[in-house]
């Protein structure tokens, strides 16, 4: 069954609507005074295959600062930290991937206007590097992601010509470099790029070009260019700052801005289709989608909401699991960067100010979602019959949850008679809140007419969420005696 719904999923993002479940325990917090000048910070995080982690940090002036890593092994104890001040011409960090053999690769632009591309060992030392020259002067924004292969691929705006996207091998060598149609007449600032799985694996990416006004593209693994979706609104500043994509690897992919949140249906058209919705006021940085299919975001609620600031939000469409946490640590927090781990850890990096104003860049372990416990349902009645005349049924509906917070849910009940197909006639349904600990008892007459075949009738009692998806359910069976049966017509 496909539990992935579209447009409730957009409305979930709104803070005081969601549905909050026992997950998102902080696990450690690591804190560190890397910000030199206010001008550096955590761009991306890895995995390594022990649980390590490994953490880009950009100087965002390439002129007087240098790419950094830092290591924190699984439970976020300090291992070392590199400056690549020597090794790497100073310059502007875009990222860093692991390969299969803990090693990482690394490309940055250096302050002699090319793109260098390092592959370094476990241990952080450079093992090699190669440069590329890219037309233009001075890289500004620019992003990168993993492809399959154990490449990756960039892409990046330099301050003068188009925006470019290139694929690099695990080795450094280019694949292949493309330059985005901008016909727009504005240069793009690159948001985001991510590997997409599927029938055709792909980069997807989001460029904004101005306030209002972004584009997602598409390239295969060969280079080809394959669509492009224009994304504009007027009189809102959609992608000014922040935005991402999160392709699912079933022909859509999640974008986010500032204030609206769509789903892209690629349907193999030059500009595919949209689906769409909006909440004002909340924004959303950053987003990941787990192996089991679950969603985490890093995002922020405007200052005119009562629950303004920076957040952390996991969503799990397939079991109804909803968490949401605030930063705890300094007067001001947010979070830039998301990964979800082996594990199942949630590790999000961004930057506190504490008491002092003095800025920290912030690594934090959160336990992601807890293990899922289906809420409990028992329909019964005191009567196993009734005559062919019809009558009326008390029934009694027992429910609780396992889950230590509330659980909100719908409860419908059905008569399925003989020789019909589910989910047969609704009989009555309510909204429900489930309590920790305290089982919810429902009772309610219903009416079953002589029209009813006889035979064997199934009552059905099912909890469904809000989007009308079965959660889980229990029946009982009642007979609808024939006219003339023993204890037959007129008695009970």
């Known amino acids: ?272 289709p949209v689906r769409w919705t909006s909440n004002h006021g909340v924004g959303i940085e950053k987003g990941v989608r787990d192996d089991q299919g679950r969603f985490i975001f890093a995002g922020f609620v405007d200052q005119y909401h009562p629950n303004s600031g920076g957040f952390l939000m996991g969503v799990d469409f397939a079991h109804h699991n909803h968490w949401i946490v605030k930063p705890d640590l300094g007067s001001w927090m947010f979070y830039r960067t998301l990964l979800t781990t082996s594990d199942g850890r949630v590790i999000a990096a961004g930057g506190a100010f504490e008491g002092d104003s003095t800025p920290r860049s912030v690594i934090v372990a959160f336990r992601g979602f807890a293990e899922y416990q289906e809420p409990e349902i028992d329909i019964h009645s005191t009567r196993t019959s009734i005559p062919s005349t019809g009558a009326h049924v008390p029934i009694s509906c027992t429910m609780s949850t396992p889950e230590t917070m509330d659980f909100s849910c719908h409860l419908r009940v059905n008569v399925l008679q003989p020789g019909s197909s589910p989910p047969g006639r609704l009989l009555y349904e309510q909204d429900v809140v489930l309590h920790p600990d305290d089982p919810l008892l429902i009772e309610n007459h219903v009416h079953l007419p002589a029209s009813l075949p006889a035979g064997e009738c199934r009552i059905i009692g099912t909890l469904v969420d809000s989007w009308g998806e079965e959660i889980v359910s229990d029946e009982f069976v009642i007979i609808k005696r024939q006219p003339g049966a023993p204890g037959g017509v007129g008695v009970d």
């Open 1 to 272: 069954m496909n539990r992935f719904h579209v447009v409730p999923f957009l409305v979930l993002l709104f803070p005081s609507s969601l549905t909050y479940a026992q997950s998102g325990d902080t696990l450690w917090t690591h804190v560190r005074d890397l910000v030199r000048d206010r001008d550096e910070r955590i761009i991306n995080l890895c995995e390594t295959s022990d649980g390590s982690i490994l953490a880009g940090v950009r100087a965002e002036n390439h002129l007087t600062g240098s790419p950094k890593v830092v290591k924190l092994s699984a439970d976020g104890s300090f291992q070392w930290i590199h400056n690549y001040i020597n090794e790497i011409h100073r310059g502007h960090l875009c990222g860093i991937v692991v390969r299969p053999d803990d090693g990482f690769n690394m490309v940055s632009f250096t302050n002699d206007d090319r793109v260098q591309f390092v592959r370094c060992d476990a241990n952080g030392t450079p093992v090699d590097s190669t440069f590329h020259a890219i037309p233009g002067f001075m890289y500004f924004t620019s992003d990168i992601c993993a492809s399959p292969d154990g490449g990756l691929a960039l892409v990046m705006r330099p301050r003068f010509g188009d925006t470019v996207l290139m694929r690099f091998s695990a080795t450094g060598d280019t694949m292949w470099t493309r330059y985005l149609d901008l016909r727009t007449g504005g240069r793009g600032r690159p948001l985001d790029v991510e590997f997409s799985p599927g029938s055709e694996d792909a980069f997807v990416l989001l460029v904004r070009y101005g306030g209002q006004h972004a584009y997602v593209y598409s390239y295969n693994l060969q280079g080809d260019y394959l669509w492009r979706r224009s994304l504009y609104w007027w009189g809102f500043r959609e992608f000014y700052a922040y935005g991402c994509v999160i392709p699912l690897g079933n022909g859509r992919t999640i974008v986010t801005g500032e204030s609206r949140y769509m789903v892209i249906e690629e349907n193999g058209s030059a500009e595919p």
